[in-house]
């Protein structure tokens, strides 16, 4: 997970890179706390997907977090 601190730092990065640029060490940490967010992005997102169940118009549940049935009816 990103910290505030490490957002704080990323804008603060990419402000400085606007107005004139980073020295190399500021790019490689620009970089780095990029991968980090964005892992973090994935990761949160995949979280929130192995939450989601489908359900067909009865409410019935019809896929595992797995993508197998469950109806345990195979004739739809």
Not at 47 to 65: F, P, T
Request: proline residues 0%; positive net charge; glycine residues 4%.
């Amino acid at each position: 997970m990103v910290t505030k601190e490490q957002i704080q730092r990323i804008n603060e990065l990419y402000k400085k890179q606007t107005e004139g640029g980073l020295t190399e060490e500021e790019k490689k940490e620009q970089y780095e706390l990029r991968r980090l967010y964005v892992e973090s992005v994935k990761e949160n997102l995949r979280s929130q997907l192995e939450k989601i169940k489908i359900v067909d118009e009865k409410e019935n549940k019809m896929m595992n977090n797995d993508g197998k049935c469950s109806c345990h009816n195979h004739k739809h």
